[in-house]
């Protein structure tokens, strides 16, 4: 009872805390908005980062599944962020990917597609556990002395031009210069500006999860087209438990990918490997959780508004076809550092319009063009038409055979 009595009274004296003005308020925690947090803090930005949920710096939840491929331009701002290396988990290189086309059942068509360790001088990406990084997240937020950590809390903010004021629940207020939406794919904050978005759906949902397989995956990853969706097989580091493991992200059609989730172990397993289009990590049986994530594309017509931006999910939403989504999150706030820290460096505004110009103008067209390219994928792959199946196959080993242009597709893809 005392120590309840105890927190309670830690609680309301931290609540009487007065906060500090900021340069930066970011909105949101995850991945992205925490990662931006711990760059800019480093680059000596004050900044305030307000997130919903409880940030405990020490959790360690269950292994529950899921995880991350982080692309090779990422993972460096990962280290500067100084995050990478606090992730207490290892990581696994991706250093070989092969694209297949076929149909559940079948072997793979015999004209592929492959992404070899010759076609770039390091790792196309790494994975790691989804836990991983929110565990290296939070103790970076907790512990980097530029940053005031706002959780569990919800703010009200009023943007004029001058500045933007945010006062939490609580009743404490402090001011900030820019505020960064980073509060995912159903954005308060982007609605609240009343930023227009775009939604494209799929009809696909795909099923999150991860596999323990009898033969070793020799850091490579799979994407194998399906009529009803991709399928992905993508290196995890193994256990003491299961020395070799894989991320799955099985796409199907909506209504049947929950089916197929919920189906037991032994005929969910079986279901995986009909997908596999070929048999080289042998038997596999599921492990942890299984998640479902219905499939849909968005993109708000603007990324800016009076002493705001947005980023990652709250900005844009991909097909997971190549693997790119939360890739493009971090490319958005690798582009708005450096305009950012350029800007702090010199005592410029960091919300003066024109700097929220140029982000807008360095990140919206590529990622639109990333999203049209998602989309065209997936809708050239995801059916069965014979005379499209022929074609996307042909077209597949054609770029097997152009090293020059396998190269330049993976340096697009590695966020160099």
Same mark, same amino acid.
């Given at each position: 009872?005392?120590?309840?009595?105890?927190?309670?009274?830690?609680?309301?004296?931290?609540?009487?805390?007065?906060?500090?003005?900021?340069?930066?308020?970011?909105?949101?925690?995850?991945?992205?908005?925490?990662?931006?947090?711990?760059?800019?803090?480093?680059?000596?930005? $004050?900044?305030?980062?307000?997130?919903?949920?409880?940030?405990?710096?020490?959790?360690?939840?269950?292994?529950?599944?899921?995880?991350?491929?982080?692309?090779?331009? #990422? $993972?460096?701002?990962?280290?500067?962020?100084?995050?990478?290396?606090?992730?207490?988990?290892?990581?696994?290189?991706?250093?070989?990917?092969?694209?297949?086309?076929?149909? #559940?059942?079948?072997?793979?068509?015999?004209?592929?597609?492959?992404?070899?360790?010759?076609?770039?001088?390091?790792?196309?990406?790494?994975?790691?556990?989804?836990?991983?990084?929110?565990?290296?997240?939070?103790?970076?937020?907790?512990?980097?002395?530029?940053?005031?950590?706002?959780?569990?809390?919800?703010?009200?903010?009023?943007?004029? $031009?001058?500045?933007?004021?945010?006062?939490?629940?609580?009743?404490?207020?402090?001011?900030?210069?820019?505020?960064?939406?980073?509060?995912?794919? $159903?954005?308060?904050?982007?609605?609240?500006?009343?930023?227009?978005l775009t939604r494209l759906s799929y009809g696909q949902t795909a099923i999150v999860c991860?596999?323990?397989?009898?033969?070793?995956?020799?850091?490579?990853?799979?994407?194998?087209?399906?009529?009803?969706?991709?399928?992905?097989?993508?290196?995890?580091?193994?256990?003491?438990?299961?020395?070799?493991?894989?991320?799955?992200?099985?796409?199907?059609h909506d209504g049947l990918a929950e089916r197929f989730a919920a189906l037991p172990d032994d005929v969910f397993a079986m279901q995986l490997q009909r997908r596999m289009g070929n048999n080289r990590l042998g038997q596999v049986k599921p492990v942890g959780r299984r998640w479902t994530y219905p499939l849909s594309a968005q993109y708000a017509q603007r990324y800016t508004d009076t002493r705001m931006v947005l980023v990652g999910d709250a900005a844009h939403g991909i097909h997971p076809i190549a693997g790119q989504g939360l890739n493009l999150g971090f490319r958005d706030i690798i582009a708005l550092s450096k305009i950012l820290i350029a800007a702090h460096n010199r005592g410029k505004d960091l919300g003066a319009p024109e700097l929220l110009a140029r982000y807008q103008a360095e990140c919206r067209p590529a990622n639109m063009l990333m999203l049209a390219a998602t989309d065209v994928l997936d809708r050239l792959f995801s059916n069965n038409n014979p005379v499209l199946r022929f074609a996307r196959d042909v077209g597949i080993a054609g770029v097997n055979r152009l090293p020059a242009l396998r190269k330049a597709f993976v340096k697009h893809a590695m966020g160099l």
């Open positions: 009872m005392h120590q309840t009595a105890h927190a309670e009274h830690a609680a309301a004296a931290h609540a009487q805390m007065p906060i500090s003005d900021v340069d930066v308020c970011i909105i949101g925690a995850g991945p992205v908005g925490g990662t931006l947090a711990c760059h800019l803090a480093q680059a000596g930005i $004050k900044v305030a980062v307000v997130d919903k949920a409880d940030l405990p710096p020490m959790e360690d939840p269950d292994f529950d599944g899921r995880a991350y491929a982080i692309a090779a331009g #990422p $993972k460096a701002y990962l280290e500067e962020a100084g995050v990478w290396d606090a992730l207490p988990l290892p990581s696994c290189p991706i250093e070989d990917i092969l694209v297949t086309d076929g149909r #559940p059942g079948e072997p793979a068509s015999p004209l592929f597609l492959e992404f070899t360790r010759e076609d770039a001088n390091q790792p196309f990406g790494w994975m790691i556990e989804a836990r991983s990084l929110r565990v290296a997240l939070n103790a970076s937020l907790h512990t980097t002395p530029e940053i005031t950590l706002l959780a569990p809390a919800e703010a009200t903010i009023v943007r004029r $031009k001058e500045g933007a004021t945010v006062t939490l629940h609580d009743g404490r207020s402090f001011k900030a210069k820019l505020v960064v939406a980073a509060d995912g794919r $159903k954005s308060r904050l982007r609605s609240q500006a009343g930023i227009p991860a596999i323990a397989h009898e033969f070793p995956h020799d850091n490579s990853a799979l994407e194998h087209f399906l009529p009803a969706g991709p399928f992905a097989q993508l290196p995890l580091p193994g256990n003491e438990e299961h020395p070799y493991m894989s991320a799955i992200v099985w796409s199907d």
